[in-house]
């Protein structure tokens, strides 16, 4: 036909694969990582252990969690030219475009680990991976604001390390940095993995052009950052600041919503429809830190009343629109002294494990090949050139 039919949901629904890493019934508001509740790891595991067993399948044996951890730690640096590499690129550049081209250049920097085919050198790329994301995130942050790199501290823990080479001296210590660090620890570890995401898909989909692994999580670095997906942690934030700055009701702004003239950010799943069981971690979370009588932090404040007014109303009940982990993630990042555009960073530390699970898990299936997916033709049928005809 030449008239345009009214297109399937695109690639929405379309992509599918077999995994053994994270299980999600989106109906009941179950997520387990290689079987594990998601509840259970959240009070029991550590970010480092979950991303153990999420990119290894188990979860580590006594010792094993030492000698993974201090490998990470002995691999922290980043090679000076790429420093200066990073510190090159445009101070006002947001942190994850930064990220996702320091990425890419991994394998020219570590090219004796770029092999796809060479399960040992895949095993190397994992592991510089996940040492140099963060101390290249910290890199990123430090320039954008104009100070100095700090060096990793190979004497440190993997959040404190992190918490260290990006505020410095700033970073909050005793209690309040006990809390933060933990609370780091948590939201990295509810991050780790998510099935077939947007950004996962992504990783997947690259890595099965045989690209190697830094182009296949660069591009993982790429689809998260969009406000549909990582970025709505960002977006949350900024919603929350419209709304208080404005001085808008809450139900004005949720007819705003119904007008369809903005979304609810951070509200919402196409595979949770009912409450995402990392978002009432998150939430508690954020109620431990934030919800202090001294000093009631406005914006959590604010996010809990706009839950509350959405989740009363018809319009988000009906859809099945309920609060996703984004909803609370920022206003707890913030609080730490992240600024905003560092959020989808912090999400994509905590992702780094599931994406490096997916793309490992896909060169070992047997069914693995090129993504390649199909399209329904809707365009003009045949006409020939004036002259050819
Ligand atoms: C993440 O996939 C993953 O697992 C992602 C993630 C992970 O861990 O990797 O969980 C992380 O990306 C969480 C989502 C973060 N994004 C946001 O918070 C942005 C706001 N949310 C929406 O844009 C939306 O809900 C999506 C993108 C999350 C899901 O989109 P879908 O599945 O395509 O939903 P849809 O557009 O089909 O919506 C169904 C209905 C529609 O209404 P009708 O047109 O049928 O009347 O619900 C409405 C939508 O208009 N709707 C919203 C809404 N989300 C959906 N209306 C207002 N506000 C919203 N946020």
């Known amino acids: 036909s030449t008239g345009m039919t009214t297109l399937d949901p695109g690639f929405g629904n379309t992509a599918s694969c077999s995994s053994k890493i994270t299980y999600i019934d989106g109906g009941a508001g179950v997520l387990r990582y290689r079987g594990y509740p998601i509840q259970d790891l959240a009070v029991g595991s550590s970010f480092l252990e979950v991303a153990y067993l999420v990119i290894y399948g188990e979860l580590p044996e006594p010792g094993r969690l030492k000698e993974f951890s201090d490998k990470l730690r002995e691999n922290a640096d980043i090679p000076e030219d790429m420093g200066a590499f990073i510190d090159a690129m445009p101070r006002n550049g947001h942190p994850m475009a930064l990220m996702a081209s320091a990425v890419n250049t991994l394998a020219a920097y570590y090219d004796d680990s770029a092999d796809p085919a060479d399960e040992n050198q895949v095993e190397l790329a994992t592991i510089r991976l996940m040492a140099k994301l963060p101390t290249i995130a910290a890199r990123i942050y430090r320039n954008s604001i104009g100070e100095e790199p700090i060096a990793p501290d190979p004497s440190l823990g993997y959040v404190e390390n992190f918490t260290r080479m990006t505020f410095g001296e700033r970073r909050p210590d005793g209690e309040l940095g006990e809390l933060f660090g933990k609370a780091v620890d948590l939201l990295l570890l509810l991050h780790a993995d998510h099935e077939l995401n947007c950004s996962t898909a992504t990783v997947r989909?690259?890595?099965?052009?045989?690209?190697?692994?830094?182009?296949?999580?660069?591009?993982?670095?790429?689809?998260?950052?969009?406000?549909?997906?990582?970025?709505?942690?960002?977006?949350?934030?900024?919603?929350?600041?419209?709304?208080?700055?404005?001085?808008?009701?809450?139900?004005?702004?949720?007819e705003r919503v119904k007008n369809r003239e903005v979304r609810l950010m951070g509200f919402g799943h196409r595979v949770y429809k009912n409450f995402d069981p990392r978002s009432k971690q998150i939430k508690n979370l954020a109620t431990q830190i934030l919800d202090r009588d001294d000093n009631p932090d406005e914006l959590f404040e604010l996010a809990l009343r706009l839950e509350a007014a959405a989740l009363k109303d018809p319009y988000f009940t009906e859809r099945k629109l309920y609060p996703n982990v984004d909803f609370f993630t920022g206003v707890i990042y913030r609080a730490m002294g992240f600024p905003s555009n560092m959020f989808t960073v912090l999400f994509a530390l905590g992702r780094l494990p599931g994406w490096i699970a997916h793309y490992r898990e896909q060169l070992h299936d047997p069914a693995f090949r090129i993504a390649r997916p199909r399209q329904h033709y809707v365009g003009s049928p045949e006409r020939r050139y004036p002259g050819q005809g």
Do not use: K, T, W
């Not at 997906?229 to 960002?234: D, P, R, S």
């Open 205 to 254: 989909v690259v890595g099965s052009s045989q690209a190697d692994i830094y182009a296949s999580i660069a591009s993982g670095v790429n689809a998260l950052s969009g406000p549909s997906h990582g970025g709505a942690n960002q977006a949350v934030l900024e919603m929350l600041d419209e709304i208080r700055d404005s001085g808008v009701e809450l139900e004005d702004f949720l």
